[in-house]
């Protein structure tokens, strides 16, 4: 089985983040990067499938030279190729562009790929558009937001969280599926998995290499403003018994805040 | 004209489809244009849906919608907007929404904008404010395409009635043979119905000062009394194994947005606060009087949430017992 699975770089979630304000973009120097936590479940699933069925895992994403590092970590985790596509665009909000460029990736470079997996959403963008956008370009089946994935042949089974309940849904490969939590739990790299990384070479492919065309990278995301959510102003402590407090609050939450 | 998909679970419109198809009129008004619905449903879902400002409600039928897919689904709403040329498409930011709203806008070749918690009209056309990082930066942007799609966030946008000159339009399909490749087979209820965090008006959440996994029965209890509400927890508690992750709130959980959110034993770490530092009124229980949490609490109590809740559950129960 051929497995791509896709990866992102993002600030971890510690992160406080500051907007640079005459750019619209966020403040990178300080922050973390870190691989996107919902994309570590992916990759785990993708080395689960490779041991239980055979085949190969690539792991690919898009994004400068420093992304490097985060297709370092899934080489270290178990990935047997990973390729970097370069885009010197910064963050751009818009998902369809990167999934124009990873569904062009896929028909240019994969086309063997029997699954293709994500992350549920990047922690960051928040988009969680790219795996549906992409199983649309390439016509192929969705599962979103997998908490467990059963494959046996060329059919599967998926569960997908939805509110209160799991759904299944049933689909034929080649398919598009994106990890949520309890899928799995991830791996940690091993020595000899970091020091087998560092020795492999990652290609680098370019948009116009995969016959990108600028109109088709455009981003048709206009931002306008950046701004921090204003604070919340200083609430009121209770004080007294539990019981005391407890009546207190009660009181508030039903006459002031009309909550209850 | 703005287009409103409506989700329909168990024969009812969901909630989240009526705030957006009330925020579709809302900006359909300041537009100077019509609200629409389409939907896979039951035609007497309509009279609802009028109700809500819907000038038309589009009914579609075919046999490969009976089960939803996001592949069938994507192909049938592109046929309406191909018909219809709807200036914007809103949808529910629910699990049905997110999965389908990114698959249409890639079949129209359209960006869209996720997950919105503000819409407005700027120049004639609309603009959407969404979180991004979870909540610690707003993004407000427009977007280039026709039609803009946007998923709209449960329990933002207000529901309000407004009854306008109706009609219902019955669309049958015509969708290739073998289309749809993968679909919904069954819905598995493994929560036992109980109301998911995206969806509650309230939400009872614990953390790592619960110390255990069966004090989360002290916080069911309290959900039990208090109408809508759900239980959450903070990833140090999912982590821990205590509870599923499906009620998991914060930056690597679930984004929720409840009237009320009733924080026990959970310190505030940056990524869980990102996650629900949007509830209208937060009510914060922990020992340590320096917990992060008390600085996006409505009210506060330091104290041993051992000994507050029951005496809380007493006083709820009064005024809920009536």
């Given at each position: 089985m051929n497995i791509v699975v896709f990866v992102k770089r993002v600030p971890d979630t510690e992160s406080k983040i500051r907007i640079q304000h005459q750019t619209n973009a966020i403040v990178e120097e300080g922050l973390n990067f870190v691989i996107s936590p919902n994309d570590e479940y992916a990759v785990e699933e993708g080395l689960r499938l490779r041991e239980a069925h055979g085949g190969k895992v690539t792991a690919v994403s898009v994004g400068g030279e420093e992304v490097l590092a985060t297709l370092k970590k899934c080489l270290a985790m178990g990935a047997d190729e990973a390729v970097l596509i370069?885009?010197?665009?910064?963050?751009?909000?818009?998902?369809?562009?990167?999934a124009r460029i990873m569904a062009k990736a896929v028909q240019n470079r994969f086309a063997d790929a029997d699954l293709l997996l994500f992350g549920r959403m990047s922690v960051g963008a928040d988009n969680a558009q790219i795996p549906a956008m992409a199983a649309e370009l390439l016509g192929w089946p969705q599962a979103t937001v997998v908490t467990k994935l059963v494959i046996e042949g060329r059919t599967a089974v998926a569960h997908r969280e939805i509110e209160g309940a799991q759904e299944n849904v049933a689909f034929a490969l080649p398919?598009?599926?994106?990890?949520?939590?309890?899928?799995?739990?991830?791996?940690?790299?091993?020595?000899?998995?970091?020091?087998?990384?560092?020795?492999?070479?990652?290609?680098?492919?370019?948009?116009?290499?995969l016959g990108l065309t600028a109109e088709e990278t455009a981003p048709q995301v206009q931002i306008r403003k950046m701004e921090t959510p204003p604070p919340k102003a200083?609430?009121?402590?209770?004080?007294?018994?539990?019981e005391e407090t407890a009546k207190k609050l009660v009181e508030l939450l039903r006459g002031e805040a009309k909550v209850i | 004209m703005i287009l409103t998909f409506i989700e329909?679970?168990?024969?009812?419109?969901?909630?989240?489809?009526?705030?957006?198809?009330?925020?579709?009129?809302?900006?359909?008004?300041e537009l100077g244009a019509a609200a629409a619905a389409v939907l896979v449903g039951p035609e007497s879902a309509a009279v609802e849906l009028q109700a809500h400002g819907a000038s038309k409600v589009y009914l579609l039928e075919n046999p490969q919608l009976d089960a939803y897919s996001a592949q069938g689904y994507a192909a049938a709403l592109s046929e309406v907007v191909k018909a219809t040329a709807p200036a914007a498409v809103f949808f529910a930011a629910s699990a049905m929404g997110k999965d389908l709203a990114p698959r249409l806008a890639a079949r129209l070749g359209v960006s869209m904008a996720s997950d919105c918690t503000r819409i407005a009209v700027q120049n004639g056309a609309l603009e959407f404010t969404?979180?991004?990082?979870?909540?610690?930066?707003?993004?407000?942007?427009?977007?280039?395409?026709?039609?803009?799609?946007?998923?709209?966030?449960?329990?933002?946008?207000?529901?309000?009635?407004?009854?306008?000159?109706?009609?219902?339009?019955?669309?049958?399909?015509?969708?290739?043979?073998?289309?749809?490749?993968?679909?919904?087979?069954?819905?598995?209820?493994?929560?036992?119905?109980?109301?998911?965090?995206?969806?509650?008006?309230?939400?009872?959440?614990?953390?790592?000062?619960?110390?255990?996994?069966?004090?989360?029965?002290?916080?069911?209890?309290?959900?039990?009394?208090?109408p809508k509400a759900a239980v959450g927890a903070s990833r140090a508690a999912v982590d821990s194994g205590?509870?599923?992750?499906g009620h998991q709130v914060g930056q690597t959980g679930k984004t929720v947005t409840p009237n009320l959110y009733l924080a026990f034993g959970v310190?505030?770490?940056?990524?869980?606060?990102?996650?629900?530092?949007?509830?209208?009124?937060?009510?914060?229980?922990?020992?340590?009087?320096?917990?992060?949490?008390?600085?996006?609490?409505?009210?506060?109590i330091v104290g041993d949430l051992f000994q507050i809740i029951p005496a809380l559950k007493d006083e709820l129960r009064k005024i809920f017992a009536e």
């Open positions: 370069k885009d010197d665009l910064k963050e751009a909000y818009d998902g369809l562009r990167l398919a598009v599926v994106s990890a949520q939590k309890g899928l799995n739990e991830p791996r940690y790299e091993t020595l000899k998995g970091i020091m087998a990384a560092k020795k492999k070479v990652i290609p680098v492919l370019t948009l116009a290499e200083a609430g009121r402590i209770l004080t007294g018994t539990p | 329909i679970r168990d024969g009812k419109i969901k909630k989240s489809s009526l705030e957006a198809l009330s925020e579709a009129k809302r900006r359909a008004d969404r979180p991004i990082y979870a909540g610690k930066v707003l993004l407000t942007m427009g977007l280039k395409n026709r039609p803009a799609l946007a998923t709209l966030r449960p329990n933002v946008f207000p529901v309000a009635a407004s009854a306008v000159d109706s009609e219902v339009v019955k669309i049958a399909l015509n969708l290739p043979e073998g289309l749809v490749k993968g679909r919904v087979a069954e819905v598995l209820c493994e929560t036992g119905g109980e109301i998911d965090v995206s969806e509650a008006e309230i939400i009872i959440s614990g953390g790592r000062g619960l110390k255990a996994p069966e004090s989360f029965t002290l916080l069911r209890e309290l959900a039990v009394i208090l205590w509870i599923g992750h310190s505030g770490a940056i990524q869980h606060l990102a996650g629900m530092s949007s509830s209208k009124i937060i009510v914060a229980v922990n020992k340590d009087p320096e917990a992060p949490i008390f600085k996006v609490a409505d009210y506060g």
